[in-house]
């Protein structure tokens, strides 16, 4: 069974750092992109971008391009989303996906809230 | 590259529910929908524009005519309510229309 398992809710300041993570189980963890999609607190879904586990491939939204990095460490089938200077409107669920031809599986969710 | 889905539909249990998705994008098998229900995990139910992964229940069906794709519920069940979305997936891009809630009256 193809689980991915997220890191848990965060609660920041703007201008923090922040990394979320998340693991794969159930399939061969390089061979698929990894996504990671937010949703605003409005429930609208927004891309953020892909990374390919075997050899770090990545692309990026334009919209989130130079204000977030995707990483993966194959040693321990896991993506991180990383941010260096976090704003309030980063507030939102962030969701890990995993992306194949044959179907997406989806990870529950990280909720990250950014308050001064 | 818009997405367009309408904001609601309304079914009463054990009829049919029609969601479309209209975009210029679309027209190369790349049209997915995912269900999503507060405080789950969204759950992929079609990809390449008619496919169903491993799981997922005959009674939700893909099709598409044109730049329009459409999601089919036969048989719908109270357990389908939830927000509904289409998207456009490839290695290099996704993009993600509005949302279409389902309402199981």
């Known amino acids: 069974e193809v689980q991915l398992v997220q890191s848990a809710a965060e609660v920041k300041r703007p201008g923090d750092s922040l990394k979320i993570s998340c693991q794969g189980s159930g399939y061969h963890f390089s061979s698929n992109w990894i996504g990671w999609v937010r949703q605003t607190p409005g429930g609208g879904l927004e891309w953020i971008g892909l990374?390919?586990?075997?050899?770090?491939?990545?692309r990026y939204s334009p919209s989130f391009q130079g204000h977030v990095t995707i990483s993966v460490d194959k040693s321990i089938n896991a993506a991180d989303l990383r941010w260096s200077n976090l704003r309030p409107s980063d507030s939102g669920k962030y969701f890990c996906v995993t992306h194949s031809a044959v179907g997406d599986y989806w990870g529950q969710g990280t909720l990250i809230s950014v308050s001064s | 590259n818009e997405l367009r889905q309408p904001s609601s539909v309304s079914v009463s249990p054990g009829q049919t529910a029609r969601i479309t998705c209209s975009g210029d994008i679309f027209g190369k098998n790349f049209a997915r929908w995912l269900h999503h229900k507060p405080g789950r995990a969204p759950l992929t139910l079609i990809y390449s524009d008619t496919e169903r992964p491993p799981g997922i229940p005959e009674r939700f069906s893909g099709s598409t005519s044109g730049t329009t794709v459409t999601l089919t519920i036969r048989g719908v069940q109270v357990e389908d309510e939830g927000d509904y979305y289409c998207y456009y997936a490839t290695d290099k891009k996704w993009i993600f229309g509005g949302g279409t809630k389902l309402i199981v009256l």
């Open positions: 990374i390919f586990p075997a050899d770090s491939d990545t």
